[in-house]
């Protein structure tokens, strides 16, 4: 059975911070996790496994701008969770 689980989660630092290593680490925990992974943000969505579409979003997200992760599958709570802090866990809100 599927599961869909999200998140809203608040830059309070400069997506600048971002590197390119740490966005590939995203992308690497992602694809770990059968779930379908997503990024939202102003109606745009993403798929969090790609690691160019990942590049484009942190370069154009700005520090207090907020966008809601998304997982869906049946290791969607763990994939959520883990994603979550490599977010920074003081980024994270609900």
Same mark, same amino acid.
């Given at each position: @059975?599927?599961?869909i689980c999200s998140k809203t989660v608040s830059? /309070? *630092?400069?997506a600048s911070? #971002?590197?390119i290593q740490k966005i590939t680490n995203f992308v690497n925990i992602s694809r770990?996790? *059968?779930s379908n992974v997503f990024l939202c943000k102003n109606g745009v969505t993403l798929q969090a496994k790609k690691l160019s579409c990942l590049v484009t979003? #942190? @370069?154009m997200l700005r520090k207090d701008e907020? #966008?809601?992760?998304? /997982?869906?599958?049946a290791d969607a709570d763990s994939a959520i969770q883990q994603l979550l802090q490599q977010l920074t866990p003081s980024q994270a809100t609900t």
């Open positions: @059975m599927k599961k830059m /309070t *630092q400069d911070k #971002f590197t770990s996790y *059968q979003f #942190f @370069m907020s #966008f809601v992760l998304i /997982t869906e599958g």
